[in-house]
């Protein structure tokens, strides 16, 4: 990886960006730092990166709450088949190449910022949550492993379960967490995951940090539901961008 002093800038902007987002949010540092990063990397070497600071960032956000267990005993079958999808999904991000790969996670993008800004409101029966959970874990999990964006399909179905604001806040961290380790664990094993990656995932914990900082900041002095609307309209552009480079 060539880093360059302004290659190294743009990483860390990058990193406060999406922290930033996730500050104002709640969620968005892995989909926000991969759209940008898969503009001048492959998805493979932004995924690696973002390991530590989004590991981190989420584990503070599933902790911080008292429903972590009830949620774990509830949620558990989909965060088991997150990790088996992710695994199977990540030998395709490391084997396939960049091109078809920023295909993937444009797609992925598009699909993630039309749903969330057409912005359904569903429910989900807790008869169906046995089968569903699993199944929704799976695909999410290689979506996963193929993009590194970890929001689809898990995103959309934790909104539906009807749970109060701070067990949603949880149990996204703790789904964000579940394929954090996941990933990274998937990259290892197919050795794309690299020690110079690890050391600069380490660097970018700090801009990753005063983003969230800022964001929480901000929140107070804007409108949230506003500021979603453009950011996904930002990666509606973005992943419309990954798709068609390859055929420019």
Not at 128 to 141: N, S
């Amino acid at each position: 990886m060539h880093e360059s002093l302004s290659f190294l800038l743009l990483i860390g902007v990058t990193f406060l960006v999406a922290g930033m987002v996730k500050g104002i949010t709640g969620m968005g540092l892995p989909t926000v730092a991969m759209s940008l990063l898969g503009l001048v990397m492959s998805p493979a070497s932004a995924a690696a990166l973002l390991v530590l600071p989004s590991f981190i960032t989420n584990v503070w956000q599933c902790l911080a709450g008292p429903s972590m267990l009830a949620l774990l005993r509830r949620l558990w079958p989909m965060m088991l088949t997150i990790v088996l999808g992710t695994l199977w999904g990540s030998s395709l991000l490391a084997n396939t190449s960049p091109q078809l790969s920023g295909m993937a996670l444009g797609i992925a993008l598009l699909v993630y910022a039309g749903y969330a800004l057409i912005a359904p409101t569903l429910t989900v029966s807790p008869r169906f949550e046995p089968w569903l959970a699993p199944l929704i874990g799976l695909v999410t999990g290689v979506v996963t492993g193929i993009t590194g964006v970890f929001v689809m399909p898990a995103v959309p179905y934790l909104q539906t379960l009807n749970l109060n604001k701070d067990e949603l806040v949880q149990a996204l961290g703790l789904s964000f967490t579940i394929s954090t380790l996941a990933l990274a664990g998937g990259l290892f094993m197919h050795d794309v995951f690299k020690p110079n990656q690890l050391s600069l995932s380490t660097v970018v914990i700090v801009p990753a940090l005063l983003g969230m900082w800022l964001g929480q900041k901000v929140r107070v002095r804007i409108s949230p539901r506003r500021f979603k609307q453009c950011l996904l309209l930002f990666l509606a552009v973005l992943g419309l961008q990954l798709i068609i480079r390859p055929f420019i």
